[in-house]
Structures are given as structure tokens and as C-alpha cells.
């Protein structure tokens, strides 16, 4: 039985942030009139952050191999990500040391301490890393099974290519925004019935459940990444919410697939949880023997899925409280993030440190753990009942969707806060 580490700071029993978590971000101060600050990258603990840079600066990773090379005295994550898994063990050892209950260095130093320790209600968090390229996948058989049952039918839900490769589409990586950021209702070209085709504020706004993983070193034009190496480039998971304007998407998707019905905004939670906090949470991925995948996309460990828990609440500006309307599990995925790593670079495709790659929507098996109004609401034929007695096939202006996300451990859970977002009207 392994003893649970504890930090002094006092951590709230349930909070997203223990000392097993400590996620990576980037924070300014909101008492900040003239917006001088620029964003700092910063560790979670508890309601508290610590200021890396000020750690840097004191010198207390100088035993480490990030000595000399400001990667966690930046503005972003990116530097921090290309140093590789040496630099993000020896990193989080030291964090961990500084933050564990036996460790005085910070405690015992009033100025440090008052630098260093900052409540997460004095900040504000901005996005942890420059993303030069974004690709979201479909990797969820629930989910691909539910739209192709609406699409085509339940005999051929499935396109035939879906169970050979993870499939998924190059998307728009300047529209990814921070958690909180307003979501504008976008305008674009709908087509309703026989009649032709009009330009319109979206009728059938959604969100998708989803989470995404940054990718760590970069590799160059040519280079693959083999399935056995791809947890060497994985540097951490945050909940995304891919918000899909249904209507343009079905007019517009054929035959190239999603364009301006996902490129107006895809929010990101602000923390990057370690893959090394959620190592203990991986769990038996779904068997995936008929078809057998092609040698480049099997994968011998058959661990390679992830117990994390996630749930999405809606609240309209009329409630006071949000209203769970989906529960699922990134278990349920069917092509894991090694498996759409190495398919992403098979080509000699190149990965840059800060790209991110989305899982696609992630459905389970059941009518509550589905992960888009699209099939919770069965494609606007089954309304959604919210407790106030509003109804929903898609969102209102006004709505806010939340989605949150843990992983539940002996004593303690890794939390990767919230993933927030309003819908504001069309202009
Ligand atoms: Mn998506």
C-alpha cells in the first residue's frame, strides 16, 4: 500500500489539484488595468498556483536539466514541451519535493513565499501554449455509430474505412480559445429542404465533448512516429469543447468534411494535466480484432485507454444552476492518442511542440453519456427537458455548457477543472 503525499498547503478534500495532479498553465493577474502582465507559467495546487518563473529565477531547478534554458521562465509552454520526458520528470520531481509537507525551502522563506504562492482568485488563465496546428479525430465508435445511424442508417452506420484507421480533419488552430472566452453564434450557409441555399445566423448550434492531447517535441518533415515511441511525444491532456454549427456542417461537408461549421471557436481547458498524473488511470483499451488494424496501428500493450471521467452541464440565463446532461468516459474511445499519433506521422507528416490533437466527440454506449445535443436530442426529434421546463434540440443564445473531467484515485482525484463557454447572439 503506497503512502499518500500531501503538501502543506491545504488542499479542499475533492479539489481537481492534490499534489498528485499539478497540471501546467499560464496565468496573468486580473487586477491588471493596464494589461502589463504578460502570461507566466504556473503550477495547480489546491485554490493556489505556483509561479514556475519565480521558482527559476531562485534557482531551485538548477540541479536540473532545465537549468540555463528559461523553458519554464516563458510565456508559453512550448519551450517546457520540447525538452522531452527527461526535462518533465526532473521538472515535476522538484515541484513535487517543493510542494510536499516535508519540504521547508518555501515555507521558510517569507519572500518567496509571498511571490511564488498566488490564489487562483487573483488570476486569470490564458492559453498554456502557442498551437501552431490543430486535428480532431472521430475516434469514438458510440459517437461515429450514432451520426451514421442518422445519416445513413443503422446496417451502414459505420463507413467502411472507420475500423482501419483513426479518422479525423485538419482543423483551425488561431480559433482555439481559452476556457470562458464568449462564443459568438456563427453566421454561415444553411440549406433547408429543396429550397436554395440562404445565409443565416446557425439554427442548430452544438457543442462535442471531447478531450485533447499537446504534443511535446517536435519531429522533422519525413520522420514517424513509430506506436512504441509515441508516449515520448505526448506531454498532456486538457477537455475541449469542438462547437459545431450542425446545420452549416450538413450542407457544406461533402466531400472535403467539417470547414466553417467548426472553424468560428474550439474552447480548451486551461490546465495540462501530466500524462504522468494520469498514469495510474490507464486502463484495457477495446479489442480491437475484427479487422485486426494494419501492424503501424497495433498496439501490443493493449493499456493504452484512459479512465477519465467526464461530464457536461448546460445552464440557460434563466437557471441559477448547471444541469448534467451527459456523463462518459474517455474508456470509451476506440483508437487511442498513440494510435492517432503514429497514423498522424505515417505519411512522414511533421509534429510541432504545441500542436493539439483532439479526440473527437466522446459518446458511450448509453443516451446519457452521449457527447453532442446532435444525439442526445437524436437530431432535434427527441427535445431536451432542462429542470426549469425549457426545451432544447440545440443551444440558445445566452446558454453556458461546462464540461468537467477527473480521474478518481485512492484518497485523492486529478481534476482537470473546466472547460466553460456562452453562447453570445450573432451579429
Ligand atoms: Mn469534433
Avoid at 479542499?12 to 501546467?24: A, M, V
Avoid at 445511424?149 to 480533419?169: D, F, I, K, S
Amino acid at each position: 500500500m503506497s503512502v499518500i503525499i500531501r503538501s502543506w498547503i491545504n488542499v479542499p478534500e475533492n479539489s481537481d489539484f492534490p499534489i498528485q495532479n499539478l497540471p501546467y498553465g499560464c496565468y496573468v493577474f486580473k487586477n491588471d488595468p493596464h494589461n502589463e502582465s504578460v502570461p507566466t507559467i504556473c503550477v495547480a495546487i489546491g485554490e493556489y498556483v505556483l509561479d514556475l518563473s519565480v521558482i527559476y529565477n531562485a534557482g531551485l531547478f538548477d540541479h536540473t536539466c532545465l537549468k540555463g534554458t528559461n523553458a519554464l521562465n516563458s510565456t508559453n509552454l512550448n519551450d517546457f514541451m520540447s525538452m522531452g520526458k527527461q526535462a518533465w520528470k526532473e521538472a515535476r520531481q522538484t515541484i513535487t519535493k517543493l510542494l510536499s509537507e516535508d519540504d521547508f525551502t518555501i515555507r521558510n522563506n517569507e519572500e518567496l513565499y509571498k511571490l511564488c504562492i498566488i490564489k487562483q482568485t487573483d488570476i486569470k488563465m490564458v492559453l498554456p501554449a502557442r498551437i501552431g496546428d490543430y486535428t480532431d479525430f472521430y475516434s469514438s465508435i458510440d459517437h461515429a455509430r450514432n451520426v451514421g445511424t442518422m445519416l445513413r442508417g443503422p446496417e451502414n452506420a459505420l463507413m467502411p474505412n472507420w475500423l482501419h484507421l483513426p479518422v479525423g480533419y485538419h482543423g483551425r488552430a488561431s480559433s482555439v480559445v481559452v476556457s470562458s472566452t464568449p462564443i459568438r453564434r456563427p453566421i454561415g450557409q444553411i440549406k433547408i429542404g429543396d429550397n436554395p441555399p440562404i445565409l443565416s445566423p446557425c439554427r442548430n448550434l452544438d457543442f462535442e465533448l471531447e478531450t485533447a492531447f499537446f504534443i511535446g517535441p517536435s519531429t522533422n518533415l519525413g520522420e514517424r512516429i513509430s506506436i512504441e515511441n509515441t508516449d515520448d511525444y505526448i506531454f498532456g491532456m486538457v477537455l475541449m469543447n469542438d462547437w459545431s454549427a450542425r446545420d452549416i456542417q450538413t450542407w457544406e461537408y461533402v466531400p472535403l468534411g467539417p470547414f466553417t461549421a467548426k472553424n468560428f471557436a474550439t474552447s480548451i481547458s486551461p490546465w495540462i494535466i501530466p500524462m504522468e498524473a494520469l498514469e495510474p488511470f490507464k486502463t484495457t483499451s477495446i479489442q480491437q480484432n475484427n479487422p485486426e488494424p494494419l501492424p503501424y496501428l497495433l498496439d501490443k500493450s493493449n493499456n493504452s485507454a484512459y479512465d477519465i471521467n467526464l461530464e457536461v452541464s448546460i445552464k440557460s440565463i434563466n437557471m441559477d444552476n448547471y444541469f448534467t446532461i451527459c456523463r462518459s468516459n474517455t474508456k470509451y474511445l476506440y483508437w487511442s492518442m498513440k494510435q492517432q499519433l503514429a497514423h498522424h506521422t505515417i505519411t512522414g507528416c511533421n509534429m510541432m511542440s504545441g500542436d493539439l490533437l483532439g479526440s473527437g466527440t466522446i459518446s458511450g454506449p448509453t443516451v446519457d453519456s452521449f457527447g453532442s445535443l446532435l444525439e442526445i436530442c437524436w437530431k432535434g426529434t427527441k427535445p431536451l427537458i432542462l429542470p426549469n421546463g425549457e426545451e432544447r434540440k440545440f443551444l440558445n443564445d445566452g446558454d453556458t455548457i461546462r464540461i468537467t473531467g477527473y480521474c478518481q484515485g485512492n484518497g485523492y482525484r486529478i481534476g482537470f477543472g473546466e472547460c466553460i463557454g456562452t453562447i453570445l447572439p450573432a451579429i
